[in-house]
């Protein structure tokens, strides 16, 4: 694994490979000598395994970038989950074992150099937002009048699972609209990840969404990975899921550009959140749902991993709210006709 990423990361000449280590141990003894601006572990290591390592460079080092490798099986969606939560930055699925060597070089390439550039950038780069646009005018502050929003849409990415989790913690209340959240993730670890945000003490319940599923308040729907979440409205006004294998859109499957923009051609009423991600996905869905009314809120620059998904939105003057976490939450309460939110 070691030989192929080094292959990979020489293809780029704006990446400088500082040192590379058999084991965490002897990982961690290097890391001060060498001073890297980011840090990929791999979570399968002899004598320190990659979570191990981790926690301890989280001691040492806790703004460092860490990229987690991980296998695309169950044991390795549990084990990336868990690093995520432990402090890793982000993670990339290993190639699937094969003798095509050119072929695995060339799949870290795509998937792993976006991120390094974006974690880097990060470290550096402050983007200013552009003011509101007409599309995006802010709504009056909540004085009990009855909930105006019909659907809460909620799109992110590098960072998600962490921001998620927070997100819940703090909605403690009933929501009174149906949740459908767009997290790009593989197979398999969607799934988990709705188990854990599912398992979050409140009243906001969370699964991975199947196909044709009616939408009720108070739950949440996420895309399962691999398949595009699509939003469809009943007759009588409630919402059902409809799962899709379309192309991917932005290089996602799921993708959110595809939940928002089939959200807003219900014409319902949307409530949109962008949080932590790479890229842009989103942003044209987001131009969908304001032109139809509809409000957006973003996740701050200070608070997100990469600023990359919220920054586009917030840089197009598309959002009416750019906030940590904590007050998205409460935003996402108020907007919603719910005057209950848990203690900050």
């Known amino acids: 694994m070691r030989r192929l990423l080094t292959e990979a990361l020489k293809r780029d000449p704006r ?91 060339a799949q870290l390439e795509a998937e792993l150099l976006p991120k390094i550039h974006a974690h880097c950038r990060a470290l550096t780069t402050r983007v200013q937002p552009a003011p509101p646009t007409a599309n995006a005018r802010t709504t009056p502050p909540f004085a009990g009048h009855p909930r105006s929003f019909d659907l809460l849409c909620i799109g992110t990415s590098t960072g998600g699972p962490n921001a998620l989790a927070e997100l819940f ?32 003490p409140g ?63 219900t014409n319902a009423h949307i409530l949109a959140v962008v949080m932590t991600g790479m890229g842009s996905d989103g942003l044209h869905g987001a ?16 608070s997100s991993v990469v600023w990359g998904m919220p920054g586009a939105i917030a840089q197009a003057g598309l959002a009416n709210t750019v906030k940590p976490i904590p007050e998205l939450a409460f935003e996402i309460v108020r907007r919603l006709g719910s005057p209950h939110l848990a203690p900050a």
């Open 15 to 105: 990446i400088e490979v500082v040192g590379t280590a058999p084991n965490g141990r002897i990982a961690l003894q290097k890391i001060p000598q060498v001073n890297p601006d980011l840090v990929t572990l791999d979570m399968e290591m002899p004598d320190l395994d990659g979570l191990s390592t981790l926690r301890e460079l989280r001691r040492t080092h806790p703004k460092l970038p860490v990229i987690m490798f991980s296998a695309l099986t169950q044991r390795g969606a549990v084990s990336t989950l868990d690093a995520l939560a432990a402090g890793a930055d982000d993670y990339v699925t290993k190639p699937v074992e094969s003798s095509d060597l050119a072929a695995c070089i």
């Open 169 to 200: 913690q703090k909605l403690t209340a009933p929501l009174p609209v149906p949740v459908a959240i767009v997290q790009h993730m593989p197979p398999m670890f969607t799934k988990l990840l709705a188990d854990r945000l599912n398992n979050i």
């Open 203 to 265: 009243h906001l319940r969370c699964h991975e969404a199947a196909d044709a599923e009616p939408m009720l308040p108070g739950h949440a729907y996420l895309a399962p990975g691999g398949r595009h979440l699509a939003i469809k409205r009943q007759l009588d006004g409630t919402f059902v899921t409809q799962l899709t294998d379309t192309p991917p859109e932005n290089s996602c499957r799921p993708a959110v550009d595809v939940l928002f923009r089939t959200a807003a051609e």
């Open 287 to 302: 131009r969908l749902i304001a032109a139809r009314g509809g409000r957006i809120l973003v996740q701050d620059e200070a």
